[in-house]
């Protein structure tokens, strides 16, 4: 059962994700070997896919690589993933560290007052950040999302050019190069 579960998640997953988008993280696949012998039939583009998947390969890449459309693309790695023929590969992402949140707490609570470590938690929750960092590529979207809870326009461009500034200023030293 649990299995089935995983299956389900990782299903979900790859029809929420948007290939190519430079926001989108990075997401890496690797092939399986099944210890069952039972047959399986492979169309032709989940042959060509499972050819191309390579743990150190993104799946940008492999799309790239297959030149497949983005539907067939999920179509085809949902049906792999389903037969047991690849699984993802965890991958460390970026974050941003503790000295952000600190800026980002700073900054929101000078446009907005003491709610700001609040509103930050849950917009943090909404978005479904969940680990000791903001993943970099979550960040923008935070500012904006949290952005839109200032009422005075001014204070609200305030607070997203400076923060923005910082952002861009932590992606010089956290972006990790790709493989």
């Not at 999302?145 to 923005?164: A, C, G, V, Y």
């Amino acid at each position: 059962m649990i299995n089935e579960w995983v299956l389900f998640f990782q299903l979900i997953g790859i029809l929420k994700m948007d290939i190519g988008r430079p926001e989108q993280p990075e997401i890496f696949y690797r092939k399986i070997h099944r210890k069952d012998h039972d047959q399986i039939a492979l169309d032709a583009q989940m042959v060509r896919l499972l050819i191309a998947i390579d743990e150190k390969k993104s799946l940008s890449q492999i799309a790239a690589e297959v030149q497949m459309e983005p539907t067939a693309l999920k179509k085809n790695l949902g049906k792999l993933i389903q037969l047991g023929l690849v699984e993802p590969v965890k991958r460390g992402l970026p974050v941003l560290d503790k000295i952000f949140l600190q800026a980002l707490n700073i900054n929101l609570s000078r446009a907005i007052g003491p709610m700001a470590e609040l509103l930050i938690e849950e917009v943090a929750s909404e978005m479904e950040i969940t680990g000791p960092g903001i993943p970099i590529h979550q960040a923008a979207e935070m500012i904006t999302t949290l952005s839109h809870e200032i009422p005075d326009p001014e204070k609200r461009i305030e607070f997203k050019k400076s923060m923005m500034d910082i952002l861009n200023k932590k992606r010089i030293y956290t972006e990790v190069p790709k493989p």
